[in-house]
């Protein structure tokens, strides 16, 4: 089946850096989404983008679809955006499947 | 987007026991999906439920120990089964009402 890993595993950064991560996946997809999993286990829509880019405020994706990957950049990171981002790809079923998840914390 | 909430928010088990998990979604939808997240991992599909016909289950899950029910287009039930501490995790449903997935809070489940 299809593998969905992000990179990095786990980030830390300081309250005002940028970060970047990254979804690779290792066939076609027809659709991916961005969540954001707050630390009460909500998870919190970012982007649906199955290709090319879009922003909203602080963060940013692009989606390279024919290279099969996507990025996720937030600009300027809070406290509030800790959590843990998952990339998710849907096949020809409506199914979501998963990636392994970047842990971030942002520290004051 | 849709709004769906899910009851119980949380929940202490003890093992062998069954515990039943309601979730109601906003607008009326074809498709409910029923996912697991265990401590520290990514989420897994459970399986899949449309009205009026049995739920589709992913590999590594059965009806007898994961039974589902969708009486109509905006309410399903998960049951988890004869539950052991495995079972400990937190089970969200998802709904799609038009591309894009939208998540209940979920119900962390423990069981002792």
């Known amino acids: 089946g299809i593998q969905v890993e992000q990179s990095p595993p786990d980030l830390i950064l300081q309250e005002g850096a940028n970060s970047t991560l990254r979804c690779n996946f290792s066939?076609?997809?027809?659709?991916l989404q961005w969540f954001h999993q707050n630390p009460w286990g909500q998870l919190i829509n970012l982007f649906y983008?199955?290709?090319g880019t879009k922003q909203n405020g602080r963060l940013s994706a692009t989606t390279v679809a024919t290279e099969r990957y996507s990025l996720l950049y937030i600009s300027s990171s809070q406290t509030t955006d800790s959590g843990v981002y998952f990339c998710?790809?849907?096949?020809?079923?409506?199914?979501?499947?998963f990636g392994t998840g970047t842990r971030l914390q942002v520290f004051p | 987007s849709a709004v769906i909430s899910q009851k119980p928010s949380r929940d202490i088990c003890q093992r062998g026991t069954s515990l039943t998990i309601q979730c109601q979604v906003d607008?009326?939808?074809?498709?409910m999906f029923w996912y697991r997240q265990q401590p520290g991992q990514s989420l897994t599909l459970i399986a899949t439920?449309?009205?009026?016909?049995?739920?589709?289950?992913e590999s590594g899950f059965v009806i007898d120990k994961f039974p589902i029910s969708r009486p109509n287009l905006t309410f399903s039930t998960l049951t988890v089964s004869n539950m052991s501490p495995e079972d400990s995790s937190i089970y969200l449903c998802?709904?799609?009402?038009?591309?894009?997935?939208?998540f209940g809070p979920g119900t962390r489940l423990t069981v002792l």
């Open positions: 998802s709904v799609e009402p038009r591309n894009e997935q939208f």
């Open positions: 066939d076609s997809v027809n659709n």
């Open positions: 983008i199955p290709s």
């Open positions: 998710a790809v849907e096949l020809d079923t409506d199914k979501l499947i």
């Open positions: 607008s009326q939808v074809t498709m």
């Open positions: 439920a449309n009205q009026g016909s049995e739920a589709t289950y």
